[in-house]
Nanobody, 129 residues
Framework: QLQLVESGGGLVQPGGSLRLSCATTGYNLNYFPIGWFRQAPGKEREGILCIDYRNQSTFYADSVKGRFTVSRDNAKNQVFLQMNNLRSEGTAVYYC??????????????????????WGQGTQVTVAS
């Protein structure tokens, strides 16, 4: 079973940057569409961005557009989430998730939390001065 592991979280000041990574072992992550989600204290988990398995399409929620960037490193078998200009409302546990199979089409077409089958344990990001 595909197991995902997020890393790179931590404490950062408002306006700062962090890069999260999503990795797995034993599977080629390049075959799986990936989504990044976050859950702030007392709030529901929300989707913030996705990338298709062919690395051809991405989608960003308005809340992170222009500040966050998702990318794949095929050689390292990882997906990265670069977060710039972080805001206090970005404090949350961040999760990467994968669909169960390589779904064709733009990732925004299937960017629904219920469709993501595999989840990491999450990494805490705290934005505070």
């Amino acid at each position: 079973q595909l197991q995902l592991v997020e890393s790179g979280g931590g404490l950062v000041q408002p306006g700062g940057s962090l890069r999260l990574s999503c990795a797995t072992t034993g599977y080629n992550l390049n075959y799986f569409p990936i989504g990044w989600f976050r859950q702030a204290p007392g709030k529901e988990r929300e989707g913030i961005l996705c990338i298709d398995y062919r690395n051809q399409s991405t989608f960003y929620a308005d809340s992170v557009k222009g500040r966050f960037t998702v990318s794949r490193d095929n050689a390292k078998n990882q997906v990265f989430l670069q977060m710039n200009n972080l805001r206090s409302e970005g404090t949350a546990v961040y999760y990467c998730a994968a669909l169960g199979s390589p779904v064709p089409g733009a990732c925004m077409e299937y960017f629904d939390i219920g469709r993501y089958h595999y989840w990491g344990q999450g990494t805490q990001v705290t934005v505070a001065s």
